[in-house]
């Protein structure tokens, strides 16, 4: 099993829709989350970190369930410019050193 | 700023043949980074550096070798490129203060695109 899963989509989406995905990860100890985004062939950027309260910024929202090993990203209105693949990121407890990427869900918003 | 620079763009290898990826920031970030990124696979830590005259073997780190050439500096050498090693190569840097996260403020590099025959 995969540390970090993702659905890798693509989720094609048409302008203004609200779309969300869904990250598990395997180690109940993992310590920190971010979702980072992913333009083709550009390197990846960091979009938000998660909490366990769960934040927002902007259009995003991210959510953490630890009880179900998951974290959440939620886009609301949908631009064209969103169209990129997002990774899911997991820092594991016994190294804040290394990042545990998930492989990527892909979103297409569609004018 | 550049931020964390990379060279080559890319490359194309036969196997069997040596080469160096060169990595660079000008953020004074202490902790830099090797990663490698496959279809369907994510990117995986090959090597990843705490500080300045440490080095560390992450997840992937056969047929690589690292040198951390000062804090700036971070370099990647393929001694015998294999096919397997077809890959999109980054590089990154974070400022990784003491009780810091790596995530939150890890850059990342262009990339560079890698191709062994």
């Known amino acids: 099993r995969k540390e970090v899963e993702q659905d890798p989509g693509p989720f094609n989406v048409p302008e203004g829709a609200t779309v969300a995905f869904n990250c598990t990860y395997s180690?109940?100890?993992?310590?920190?989350f971010f979702w980072y985004r992913q333009d083709c062939r550009k390197e990846p950027k960091l979009l938000m970190s998660v909490y366990s309260s769960g934040n927002e910024d902007g259009r995003f929202t991210a959510q953490l369930n630890r009880a179900s090993q998951y974290i959440s990203l939620l886009i609301r209105d949908s631009k064209l410019s969103d169209s990129a693949t997002y990774l899911c990121?997991?820092?594991?407890?016994?190294?804040?050193?290394?990042?545990?990427f998930g492989s990527g869900t892909r979103l297409l918003v569609r004018p | 700023n550049a931020g964390v620079t990379q060279t080559p763009k890319f490359q194309v290898l036969k196997t069997g043949q040596s080469m160096t990826l060169q990595c660079a920031q000008d953020m004074n970030h202490n902790s830099m980074y090797w990663y490698r990124q496959d279809p369907g696979m994510g990117l995986r830590l090959i090597y990843y550096s705490a500080s300045e005259g440490t080095t560390d073997k992450g997840e992937v780190p056969n047929g690589y070798n690292v040198s951390r050439l000062n804090k700036r500096e971070f370099s990647l050498r393929l001694e015998s490129a294999a096919p397997s090693q077809t890959s999109v190569y980054f590089c990154a840097s974070s400022v990784q203060l003491p009780g810091q996260g790596a995530g939150e403020t890890q850059y990342f590099g262009p990339g560079t695109r890698l191709l062994v025959l």
């Open positions: 180690n109940s100890a993992s310590q920190s």
């Open positions: 990121v997991v820092i594991p407890m016994d190294s804040s050193y290394k990042l545990i």
